[in-house]
């Protein structure tokens, strides 16, 4: 049973649109949560975070919105640019388990010039 | 730093033969996580070590997958015997544990093909 879901497998955008990747996760004891990036032929690189005592986290063009009630949890990118063209990993966390991280299993983001 | 550091980078073998794949963590983290990439489960987590003892091994398929930490700097991962389904692409991640959630440094990974 996949604890962390991301259930669109690919995504397609227009340069300078938004870019929405959303995840959803049914542990309810999850307290913190991450976003990778991975580009082909490279290991996941770290995103953006954001702990469970939050509901938005914004690094630049990168803003990740937490809903706890709902269990859901998405990236926005704003402008997208055809750079950001890459398979997106939703992970989550619990407290003292080990630091140990439950990916969902990506999305694949398209960015059109 | 050079960050993680994965061998080989791509490993071609029959079916049947012993696969061991390495991992060279970032100086000074204290966990080590193995994973295997599909396109039909994304991102699953096989084992990982804490101050190089074996944590969580529940992730780990079958019995013929094995992994060790003999020391803080080096890791490896067997497989004995490969399978054609063992295909993947293995990660090798390491993290300090300040606090929760804290983000894994991945390595570049090792593709594996099983004939």
């Known amino acids: 049973d996949q604890q962390v879901k991301q259930n669109s497998p690919s995504l397609s955008v227009q340069e300078g649109r938004i870019s929405i990747l959303n995840c959803d996760y049914t542990?309810?004891?999850?307290?913190?949560f991450l976003w990778y990036k991975k580009y082909p032929a490279e290991g996941p690189t770290f995103l953006i975070s954001i702990s469970s005592i939050k509901d938005k986290n914004e690094d630049g063009r990168f803003t990740v919105f937490l809903n706890k009630s709902a269990k859901h949890l998405s990236l926005h990118i704003v402008p997208s640019q055809p750079g950001d063209s890459a398979v997106y990993f939703c992970a989550a966390s619990v407290d003292n388990a080990g630091n140990m991280l439950t990916f969902g299993g990506g999305t694949r983001l398209m960015v059109k010039p | 730093d050079a960050g993680v550091i994965q061998s080989p980078r791509h490993e071609v073998t029959e079916m049947g033969q012993e696969v061991t794949l390495r991992c060279k963590p970032i100086?000074?983290?204290?966990?080590l996580f193995w994973y295997r990439q599909t396109m039909m489960r994304g991102l699953e987590l096989l084992i990982y070590?804490?101050?190089?003892?074996?944590?969580?091994d529940s992730g780990m398929p079958e019995d013929r997958f094995s992994a060790k930490m003999p020391n803080a700097s080096f890791s490896t991962l067997k497989i004995q015997p490969s399978e054609p389904r063992d295909s993947a692409v293995y990660f090798c991640a390491s993290s300090l544990a300040l606090f929760s959630g804290q983000e894994q440094f991945f390595g570049p990974g090792t593709r594996l093909t099983v004939l």
């Open positions: 542990n309810s004891m999850f307290d913190y």
């Open positions: 100086s000074g983290h204290d966990y």
């Open positions: 070590f804490n101050n190089n003892v074996p944590i969580d």
